[in-house]
């Protein structure tokens, strides 16, 4: 069994850019070889869900340290789910 961190069930997330442009809702699909990530290749966006307390200390721009390494940078908190929040970043 994977830990929380590898799950992505559920539907792909809509995509952060398409989600405020109702003319451009897409959704994301996930990344082959990062279990718990969807990504955009469109706009080079990224979401996975984290905890909602973590989630409540993150604004827009805030730097956001992958798991597995590297540093990316917040672009919003989406949608609950999984007991978690979406969370989108840039890398
Ligand atoms: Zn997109």
Redesign the pocket.
């Known amino acids: 069994m994977e830990g929380q961190q590898g799950i992505a069930a559920g539907p792909n997330p809509f995509?952060?850019?398409?989600r405020t442009h109702p003319r451009?809702r897409?959704r994301?699909r996930p990344v082959a070889d990062q279990p718990g990530v969807w990504g955009?290749?469109?706009?080079d966006?990224f979401a996975r869900v984290i905890p909602k307390e973590d989630a409540a200390s993150l604004e827009r721009g805030d730097p956001f340290p992958l798991p597995e390494g590297g540093e990316a940078t917040v672009v919003r908190a989406g949608d609950e789910r999984q007991g978690g929040v979406l969370l989108y970043y840039r890398t």
Not at 40 to 43: A, G
């Open positions: 995509c952060d850019v398409g451009d897409h994301m955009c290749d469109r706009h966006l």
